[in-house]
Antibody, heavy 119, light 107 residues
Framework: EVQLVESGGGLVRPGGSLRLSCAAS????????MNWVRQAPGKGLEWVSS????????HFADSVKGRFTISRDNTKNSLYLQMNSLRDEDTAMYYC????????????WGQGTLVTVSS | DIQMTQSPSSLSASVGDRVTITCRAS??????LAWFQQKPGKAPKSLIH???RLQSGVPSRFSGSGSGTDFTLIISSLQPEDFATYYC?????????FGQGTKLEIK
């Protein structure tokens, strides 16, 4: 069974930094591209970033480009999101999501970790 | 970016009803379209990908159709556990984008 467990969320002041982690199990982690998708309170879903299985390519939403970095450690079956220069509008639940066919289909989601940016 | 527009934004229906939710893309996305179900306080759950392929374990009362710019999610006979918010998402090109959601409520 695919399991994705996020951690690292919390309260941070504007301009601060936070690193999210996602522990994956139940599948061959290195074979799949992975993503972060976020959801602001009471709002819809927004894709944030993706990274290919061997970290060859990464993509970012314009809203986070230059501030967020995505990485992975296939030896630890883990995905990361380094978030710098955080803004109020980054407040959201952040989900770790597997690309089920390496073609962009988000087939498995973690339970999410909440990031709150507030002074 | 490709804009995804769902209609309606909200919908009231009864158990046993047939429900149709539509999703329109701002440009041709072939069949690179997925549907998700989200219940309050929970992560989204994938229902359908490639416009019409049901995810393993999803009840057959869910079906999807369409290609190009116009897509449909149909729930043939609503069950109590189907009341949730539904999102479409295109994965034809970066960035992947979602519709605004359709909230399905009990009448």
């Amino acid at each position: 069974e695919v399991q994705l467990v996020e951690s690292g969320g919390g309260l941070v002041r504007p301009g601060g930094s936070l690193r999210l982690s996602c522990a994956a199990s139940g599948f061959t982690f290195s074979s799949y591209s992975m993503n972060w998708v976020r959801q602001a309170p009471g709002k819809g879903l927004e894709w944030v970033s993706s990274i290919t299985g061997r970290s060859s390519y990464a993509h970012f939403a314009d809203s986070v480009k230059g501030r967020f970095t995505i990485s992975r450690d296939n030896t630890k079956n883990s995905l990361y999101l380094q978030m710098n220069s955080l803004r109020d509008e980054d407040t959201a639940m952040y989900y770790c999501v597997r690309d089920g066919d390496n073609n962009g289909f988000f087939d498995s989601w973690g339970q999410g970790t909440l990031v709150t940016v507030s002074s | 970016d490709i804009q995804m527009t769902q209609s309606p934004s909200s919908l009231s229906a009864s158990v046993g009803d047939r429900v149709t939710i539509t999703c329109r893309a701002s440009q041709d996305i072939s069949t690179y379209l997925a549907w998700f179900q989200q219940k309050p306080g929970k992560a989204p759950k994938s229902l359908i990908h490639a416009a019409s392929r049901l995810q393993s374990g999803v009840p057959s009362r869910f079906s999807g159709s369409g290609s190009g710019t116009d897509f449909t999610l149909i729930i043939s006979s609503l069950q109590p556990e189907d009341f949730a918010t539904y999102y479409c998402q295109q994965y034809n090109s970066y960035p992947p984008t979602f519709g605004q959601g359709t909230k399905l409520e009990i009448k």
